[in-house]
Nanobody, 127 residues
Framework: QVQLVESGGGLVQAGDSLSLSCAAS????????MAWFRQAPGKEREFVAA????????YYADSVKGRFTISRDNAKNTVYLQMNSLKPEDTAVYYC????????????????????WGQGTQVTVSS
């Protein structure tokens, strides 16, 4: 079993940057693909970014491409989300997720393909 704990959320202004971290328990972190999702009030949980277990490939939602960067440090059992040029529409609870499943090109985008979830961290961007 994997436990995920997010940190780094907060209140920022539009145009600011914020970095989220997700620390994973266990000694098999490098066996899991990792992802970030987000959920705004009244909306469904949506895919933000994902990274393969090796770190060789990354995937992004169109809404964050060019502004957000996902990365991982397998030695530290941690995945990161660097968020630049934040917009008010980025306001949401951000969740870290992991999966040991084999992932095809489109599988990354569906939260049902992920086995473990963190508790979430709030990101609020004011205009």
């Amino acid at each position: 079993q994997v436990q995920l704990v997010e940190s780094g959320g907060g209140l920022v202004q539009a145009g600011d940057s914020l970095s989220l971290s997700c620390a994973a328990s266990g000694r098999t972190f490098s066996s899991y693909h990792m992802a970030w999702f987000r959920q705004a009030p009244g909306k469904e949980r949506e895919f933000v970014a994902a990274i393969r277990r090796s770190g060789s490939d990354t995937y992004y939602a169109d809404s964050v491409k060019g502004r957000f960067t996902i990365s991982r440090d397998n030695a530290k059992n941690t995945v990161y989300l660097q968020m630049n040029s934040l917009k008010p529409e980025d306001t949401a609870v951000y969740y870290c997720a992991s999966t040991s499943n084999s992932m095809t090109s489109f599988a990354w985008y569906f939260h049902s393909n992920y086995n473990y979830w963190g508790q979430g961290t709030q990101v609020t961007v004011s205009s």
